[in-house]
């Protein structure tokens, strides 16, 4: 899996990384918040992409799954009601 070399070794050490962000935000002030934010959206964007290509993967692998999902999708949007 070539998305394996892109990850952070420390993204899954999440005590570590949350006693340096507290210890941070402790002196930082408003900068530290600001990267914390960014750091976040980075990560959920990340996973929204992992997420994609796993979907896209699994649609791929089990065409009749797929096709049975976007029928019933269909369904659902018909009987809406807005």
Excluded: I, Y
């Excluded at 791929?60 to 799954?65: F, L, N």
């Amino acid at each position: 899996m070539p998305e394996q070399k892109d990850r952070d070794p420390s993204a899954g050490a999440t005590g570590a990384s949350r006693a340096s962000r507290d210890a941070e935000g402790a002196g930082g002030g408003a900068g530290s918040e600001v990267d914390w934010e960014a750091e976040r959206r980075r990560r959920r964007a990340r996973f929204l992409r992992e997420l994609a290509e796993a979907r896209a993967l699994r649609d791929r692998v089990q065409p009749r799954r797929a096709k049975a999902a976007r029928l019933r999708h269909a369904m659902r949007m018909r009987t809406f009601r807005w």
